[in-house]
């Protein structure tokens, strides 16, 4: 679509209608479609067409989710996977193997922190986990020819730290390595991070951008501005790939990282959303900068009040003047933080427990960054398979709680934290 505002874009792109079809993509709950020309299904085959032949790799409904992220993000393509997760999992696999390593914040989300250190060094892919305040001269000695990405979260979940996109820009173009960039908390209404330098995209879509706890699923936005052609780096671009009759990635004019994604990787092994959730979540798109300045809102309002409270031993949200990434978060993300904070109890695990158990309108839940609030203590729970030590690392101290914060009334919230609080 043209130069639309972000609100504009949220509501029309990705799918527009010709005439008499549904003005919203309808579901396409179909595995398969129907070709009498055989030449034309060959085509598909050979990445000559666009068109649909099985839904494993492509289907009109995740299309037009795809295309919506995609434009979000100010990217080229989308692939709409079947979580977070799976997104974050074919991102690695289409650019690395065996004897290869990625470079990644140790602030991520836990699960991303197992996914890289834990299984995928099990198929030979290492990976090296950085300070991401780390000074650049530190993180460029990790990064060797084998390197084949950068990943790091715009938020960190739940260490809710904020990168330094300009650091990181650097150090990649210096290198001539991949940047990858999770947006799942900041989202593209409070940070595009294609315009500080990212190459690729990454989104949890069961968060914001579904925005109801309703639709799993996951997303890759190529970013177009990455060159492969000819980068010793990346072999795999630049070889031909006899499985679709030697295509060379490289010399594709455009979409080089999702083609070979989707050739490859959603062909070879699935996880491609379902058209059911990709409908849900584009029509939850549709709302993404109405909710997300609602959520930043009412975020900076409890933040405040948790950091004068007397049973909080710290407050990490972006939005606080005292906050470490204060200065950051005004440079990359003006207009908001997003409604994700942690803070600190003053006092143990059990305390964290009776605290959270005593909330009554603020839910208990494995979840984020939806429309409801809730609270999790992740070292019990989402990082509870790492070692104090790691977690500390991770920026996860065991008296942290999590809190999304949803867009309910604030003074509601607020009044429900308080008789917790009181509890203590």
């Given at each position: 679509m043209?130069?639309?505002k972000?609100?504009?874009?949220?509501?029309q792109?990705g799918?527009?209608?010709?005439?008499?079809?549904?003005?919203?993509?309808?579901?396409?709950?179909?595995?398969?479609?129907?070709?009498?020309d055989?030449?034309?299904?060959?085509?598909?085959?050979?990445?000559?067409?666009?068109?649909?032949?099985?839904?494993?790799?492509?289907?009109?409904?995740?299309?037009a989710?795809?295309?919506?992220?995609?434009?979000?993000?100010?990217?080229?393509?989308?692939?709409?996977?079947?979580s977070?997760m799976s997104?974050?999992?074919?991102?690695?696999?289409?650019?690395?193997g065996a004897g290869?390593?990625?470079v990644?914040?140790q602030?991520?989300y836990?699960?991303?922190?197992?996914?890289?250190?834990?299984?995928?060094?099990?198929l030979?892919?290492?990976?090296?986990?950085?300070?991401?305040?780390?000074?650049?001269e530190?993180?460029?000695?990790?990064?060797?020819g084998?390197t084949?990405?950068?990943?790091?979260?715009?938020?960190?979940?739940p260490?809710?730290?904020?990168?330094?996109?300009?650091?990181?820009?650097?150090?990649c173009r210096?290198?001539?390595?991949?940047?990858?960039?999770?947006?799942?908390?900041?989202?593209?209404?409070?940070?595009?991070?294609?315009?500080?330098?990212?190459?690729?995209?990454?989104?949890s879509s069961?968060?914001?951008?579904?925005?109801?706890?309703?639709?799993?699923?996951?997303?890759i936005?190529?970013?177009?501005?990455?060159?492969?052609?000819?980068?010793?780096?990346?072999?795999?671009?630049?070889?031909?790939?006899?499985?679709?009759h030697?295509?060379?990635?490289?010399?594709?004019?455009?979409?080089?990282?999702?083609?070979?994604?989707?050739?490859?990787?959603?062909?070879d092994?699935?996880?491609?959303?379902?058209?059911?959730?990709?409908?849900?979540?584009?029509?939850?798109c549709?709302?993404l900068?109405?909710?997300?300045?609602?959520?930043?809102?009412?975020a900076?309002?409890?933040?405040?009040?948790?950091?004068?409270?007397?049973?909080?031993?710290?407050?990490?949200?972006?939005?606080?003047?005292?906050?470490?990434?204060?200065?950051?978060?005004?440079k990359?993300?003006?207009?908001?933080?997003?409604?994700?904070?942690?803070?600190?109890?003053?006092?143990?695990?059990?305390?964290?427990?009776?605290?959270m158990e005593?909330l009554?309108?603020?839910?208990?839940?494995?979840?984020?960054?939806d429309?409801?609030?809730?609270?999790l203590?992740?070292?019990?729970?989402?990082?509870r398979?790492?070692?104090?030590a790691?977690?500390?690392?991770?920026?996860?101290?065991?008296?942290?709680?999590?809190?999304s914060?949803?867009?309910?009334?604030p003074?509601d919230?607020?009044?429900d934290?308080?008789?917790?609080?009181?509890?203590l």
């Amino acid at each position: 679509m043209k130069e639309y505002k972000l609100d504009t874009l949220c509501v029309q792109a990705g799918y527009k209608p010709k005439t008499g079809e549904s003005r919203i993509p309808s579901i396409c709950q179909s595995t398969t479609f129907f070709y009498g020309d055989t030449q034309a299904m060959a085509d598909c085959f050979d990445l000559k067409s666009n068109d649909y032949f099985y839904s494993r790799l492509a289907n009109p409904t995740v299309a037009a989710f795809e295309g919506k992220v995609a434009a979000l993000e100010g990217g080229v393509a989308a692939v709409g996977c079947a979580s977070g997760m799976s997104a974050i999992t074919l991102a690695a696999f289409t650019v690395a193997g065996a004897g290869d390593n990625i470079v990644c914040s140790q602030e991520v989300y836990g699960g991303t922190y197992n996914l890289f250190g834990v299984t995928l060094p099990k198929l030979g892919i290492e990976c090296r986990f950085i300070d991401p305040d780390a000074p650049a001269e530190e993180i460029e000695k990790l990064i060797d020819g084998k390197t084949k990405m950068v990943y790091v979260e715009t938020i960190a979940n739940p260490a809710i730290t904020v990168v330094d996109f300009d650091k990181f820009a650097a150090i990649c173009r210096k290198a001539g390595v991949l940047l990858a960039v999770d947006n799942t908390l900041a989202t593209p209404a409070f940070c595009r991070p294609k315009e500080f330098g990212a190459n690729i995209v990454l989104h949890s879509s069961s968060k914001y951008l579904d925005g109801h706890a309703a639709a799993l699923g996951g997303v890759i936005v190529d970013l177009g501005n990455f060159d492969f052609k000819g980068n010793p780096r990346y072999e795999s671009f630049n070889t031909p790939d006899e499985s679709y009759h030697g295509l060379v990635y490289a010399d594709l004019p455009s979409a080089v990282f999702a083609t070979k994604c989707r050739a490859q990787m959603i062909r070879d092994l699935g996880a491609i959303m379902s058209p059911q959730n990709a409908f849900l979540s584009y029509i939850g798109c549709d709302t993404l900068a109405l909710r997300m300045a609602k959520h930043a809102s009412n975020a900076a309002k409890i933040a405040e009040y948790l950091n004068a409270h007397p049973k909080i031993e710290w407050v990490r949200y972006p939005s606080l003047k005292d906050n470490k990434y204060h200065a950051l978060a005004q440079k990359y993300l003006p207009d908001g933080q997003g409604g994700m904070m942690s803070f600190g109890i003053k006092g143990d695990v059990a305390q964290c427990a009776e605290f959270m158990e005593s909330l009554q309108l603020i839910t208990q839940e494995t979840h984020v960054a939806d429309v409801r609030s809730c609270v999790l203590h992740p070292a019990s729970t989402t990082h509870r398979q790492l070692s104090k030590a790691d977690l500390e690392k991770a920026g996860v101290p065991e008296n942290l709680i999590r809190l999304s914060v949803g867009i309910e009334n604030p003074d509601d919230l607020i009044a429900d934290l308080e008789q917790a609080l009181a509890k203590l």
